[in-house]
């Protein structure tokens, strides 16, 4: 019966230690999981953040810059104000009242060619829904069918950039 005794303890002696180090072989690599997981979510996260970060700057700066850009053109419309507050103080019934004005608009369309700005629209154009708005229809027989008779309201665009379509009148 010693014989016997002593095989079963050498079988478990051995598969003992094998048991043990595939246990401590597969803890280590979850410990080595674990730690490259709790890495990658810690980038992650910073990663998160800095994003975070760029969205609130890049929105702050474009504020800005739209803030800068309208004082820039508020700049150049302050002398047109100031015009007009003369002309309003002056005698309405006189012609350096009437000429007064007149250099106001030639001052206003003066800047806004500076700036780009176009304008949309004139009698005889061809109607184009994109930079005109049709509030009358009218039959005539001069000019020819969807073309501009009448300018009622004058539009405006920047480039491509249509700031207020014109409303015409359009024929036929």
């Known amino acids: ?7 079963p303890e050498t079988e478990e002696t051995v ?13 280590a690599e979850v410990e080595a999981l674990k730690a490259e997981l709790a890495t990658k979510n810690d980038q992650l996260m910073r990663t998160a953040a800095e994003f975070d970060n760029y969205k609130k700057r890049t929105e702050r700066e474009k504020l800005s810059v739209a803030e800068f850009a309208k004082a820039g053109l508020i700049k150049h419309l302050l002398p047109i104000l100031d015009n007009i507050d003369r002309a ?35 009698p005889g154009d061809q109607f184009d829904p994109n930079f005109h708005e049709a509030v009358m229809h009218v039959e005539d027989d001069t000019l020819g069918e969807n073309v501009i008779a009448d300018v009622l309201q004058k539009g405006y665009k920047i480039g491509d950039t249509v700031i207020r379509a014109a409303m015409v009148k359009v024929a036929n």
Do not use: C, R, W
């Open 1 to 7: 019966m010693s014989e016997e005794t002593k095989i």
């Open 15 to 27: 598969e003992t230690p094998k048991k043990e180090k595939k246990k401590s072989k597969k803890d």
């Open 88 to 122: 309003s103080a002056a005698d309405h019934d006189s012609a350096d009242y009437i000429k007064g004005i007149e250099m106001i608009v030639k001052q206003f369309e003066s800047i806004a060619a500076n700036l780009g700005i176009e304008e949309i629209a004139k």
